[in-house]
């Protein structure tokens, strides 16, 4: 776009999964809608950079296909899944312990793996613990979980009797990497749900990487309803003031990063997480597991590692074998690095002095923090035309995301009185 309209019917500020999810469900119900965005692309916190052939997420994320949210918009059409070539992480992680890398997995869906999974860290009447509670979780209404009583995962794991190795080696790391924290305090609520959509489904890595979610989104817009590398200044729910100039409108939805949302909206800060990426280019693949690897030892800062090439090939672009490694906080720091190489000695039993550091994605507003009691449907509304959207009003995660851009563009629709269509619930 070379310049701004003076009007549209609602402006969104912020081209991430939310904004977009937003902006997708105004233009289909045949508003003139207008996408501010300050970065160069779309996507917010997921996006993909091309380097030297590689495909490098801007931190190691993952798509659970489960999400219903996805699935919804695939029967409006809007997202083709077929075309996102989905690449599945096999359902279980490599646990490093002493000298030893032991699978750990589903034992549904990988039988092969069910004696090691028996026999590695964890006793089996606390293996059974965990099982006991994944399918409980399963089987329960995403509603039933929502409406039990909150309190901290570590408090929660206490009562199901997780509480050993298996706790310890696997359980505590794998879920630090996936929360961004380590603390325990994260809601039971929300991790419920994040273990739900694990077991109902693999969580995988689009061919092309992450980036094609978002532009899959962004290419559902009008030709003309987005506008990249345009700040938003101040805003209100009938005019918003950019450092490209200033367009009315009849609703104005602030779909940002949490910090610049608290900005814009004058809202209550958000507690973030950070979480840190390197991605390292090996000769040869570490490993041959399209798994995740942790450190059951816990040797370092290191909380999970995966060859993200042993699951998307494209991803190391011919050159070897892509390992991203992550680590909690924003540490984009030579000593962290090397603590890490070290670890991964450790985590993969290769030596990683060989292996080029491409790139480190230091993020310090990774994901919010979901603390107990949660609230997973936060008011998207504030009044007067300004609505916002983001997945710290949901779950932090593509599916909050999305549903909150749903939920915004909803009450968008009900302030301008313009019917919904109901093909799109």
Do not use: C
Not at 48 to 67: C, H, K
């Amino acid at each position: 776009m070379t310049g701004l309209p003076a009007r549209v019917d609602v402006v969104v500020i912020g081209a991430g999964l939310a904004g977009l999810a937003a902006a997708v469900a105004l233009h289909r119900a045949r508003l003139n809608v207008l996408v501010v965005e300050a970065s160069d692309d779309v996507g917010g916190r997921v996006r993909t950079d091309s380097v030297d052939g590689l495909q490098l997420d801007r931190g190691f994320q993952l798509l659970n296909p489960s999400y219903p949210e996805l699935h919804r918009l695939a029967r409006l059409g809007v997202l083709d899944l077929g075309a996102l070539d989905l690449r599945p992480f096999e359902p279980g992680v490599v646990v490093a312990q002493g000298g030893r890398r032991t699978v750990l997995a589903d034992p549904r869906r990988l039988p092969q793996h069910l004696r090691s999974t028996l026999t590695g860290p964890g006793s089996v009447r606390e293996k059974l613990a965990l099982a006991r509670w994944a399918v409980d979780v399963v089987r329960a209404d995403p509603a039933e979980l929502l409406a039990a009583d909150d309190e901290p995962l570590s408090a929660a794991l206490a009562q199901r009797s997780i509480t050993g190795r298996l706790r310890t080696s696997v359980v505590d790391p794998f879920l630090a990497g996936v929360l961004a924290d380590d603390s325990g305090q994260t809601s039971r609520r929300f991790v419920e749900l994040l273990v739900r959509a694990f077991v109902r489904g693999t969580p995988a890595l689009p061919a092309a990487g992450m980036a094609a979610l978002p532009r899959q989104l962004a290419a559902g817009l009008a030709p003309d309803a987005l506008a990249l590398g345009v700040r938003a200044v101040s805003v209100t729910g009938t005019s918003v003031a950019t450092d490209a100039g200033i367009v009315t409108t009849s609703a104005t939805v602030v779909a940002t990063d949490p910090r610049t949302a608290t900005r814009l909206a004058h809202l209550p800060t958000v507690a973030m997480r950070g979480l840190t990426t390197y991605y390292h280019l090996a000769e040869t693949a570490p490993s041959s597991a399209a798994m995740l690897h942790l450190d059951g030892g816990r040797r370092g800062p290191l909380v999970n590692s995966a060859v993200v090439s042993n699951v998307a090939p494209a991803y190391a672009g011919g050159r070897g074998a892509l390992v991203a490694t992550t680590v909690l906080g924003a540490r984009e720091d030579p000593a962290v690095e090397r603590a890490v190489r070290a670890q991964l000695r450790l985590v993969y039993g290769a030596d990683p002095r060989p292996w080029e550091l491409v790139a480190t994605y230091a993020i310090p507003d990774a994901l919010p923090a979901m603390l107990p009691p949660l609230d997973v449907r936060q008011p998207v509304d504030l009044r007067d035309g300004l609505f916002v959207a983001g997945d710290h009003r949901d779950t932090a995660s593509i599916q909050g995301a999305l549903v909150s851009g749903r939920r915004a563009a909803t009450a968008v629709l009900a302030h301008l009185g313009v019917p919904e269509d109901v093909h799109a619930r």
